[in-house]
């Protein structure tokens, strides 16, 4: 069979179409809020398999993807293919405000709320708004109580990657 790129399978809830039913299925998902997929370590929900797998990285640590210039690790490809451009220097993105220059289209989206000061991300717990959707997620731990990231000498739990990093220094003093 011949893949053609037509698209057969219509939501229908927005009309999206999709080549094959499982992308719909999945689609779906974004209306009906299902997540099926729970992280055994922290009982996370997710909607799809792949958001699970890539979420179970900040437990296990697992970073697949290496920098052949610097060795730095990644879990998913995509985060690795950003870095290196890091060493190429090469950045074809430019912001006309400020002029600074970027990687990736990314970067550069993120960049402009800097100059726009907008604030799209509500917490519907408090209320409060964020710039980025990350901080937004982040917040929310303070009223999840969520700590994904462990200490992996004494098991004491952290809402941030750096609270690890920083707590550390305490298990380096006591044994020099």
Do not use: W
């Not at 640590?61 to 690795?80: A, F, M, T």
């Not at 100059?115 to 209320?127: N, V, Y």
């Amino acid at each position: 069979m011949m893949h053609t790129g037509e698209k057969l399978y219509c939501c229908d809830i927005c009309d999206k179409t999709f080549s094959n039913n499982s992308n719909l299925r999945r689609h779906k998902r974004t209306h009906t809020g299902e997540k099926p997929y729970d992280c055994e370590f922290c009982g996370k929900e997710f909607s799809s398999n792949f958001n699970l797998k890539k979420h179970k990285t900040i437990h296990t640590g697992d970073r697949p993807y290496r920098c052949e210039i610097c060795g730095k690790g990644y879990s998913c490809n995509v985060h690795l293919k950003r870095h290196e451009m890091v060493h190429s220097e090469e950045r074809p993105y430019y912001c006309d405000i400020c002029g600074k220059t970027f990687a990736s289209s990314s970067d550069i989206t993120r960049h402009k709320i800097v100059h726009t000061r907008e604030k799209l991300f509500q917490c519907e717990i408090c209320g409060k708004t964020f710039s980025y959707n990350g901080d937004l997620k982040q917040h929310k731990m303070v009223h999840t109580g969520e700590r994904p990231y462990r200490c992996d000498i004494c098991g004491k739990a952290f809402s941030r990657r750096y609270g690890v990093t920083r707590h550390k220094m305490v298990h380096i003093r006591e044994n020099p």
